[in-house]
């Protein structure tokens, strides 16, 4: 079922689209998943998709504090997987 878009809730900036902007850049998930595989494909870049009006810029403070959360979490891990070999090794 569509979700459709609410008083509440942006619309998706894909022409004819009605459903409500619940994901990245403007779009709803099934418009930005599309765009997603044509930019992976090679079809198009998120660049074009933007000089055309298609897709929002990035949010580059959202992005930044999720790749700086994301980052410290991934040092943590293989802080502790060190830990862990170098526990294995030695006992």
């Excluded at 504090?65 to 060190?82: G, Q």
């Amino acid at each position: 079922m569509k979700k459709q878009c609410g008083s509440d809730s942006p619309k998706c900036l894909t022409p004819k689209c009605e459903r409500a902007a619940n994901s990245c850049r403007g779009l709803c998930s099934a418009c930005y998943n599309t765009a997603k595989l044509m930019v992976d494909n090679g079809e198009a870049s998120w660049e074009l998709l933007q000089e055309a009006k298609l897709i929002k810029p990035p949010h580059d403070k959202a992005h930044r504090v999720f790749r700086e959360a994301f980052s410290s979490f991934m040092a943590k891990k293989k802080t502790n997987k060190t830990r862990v070999r170098i526990a294995t090794k030695v006992g």
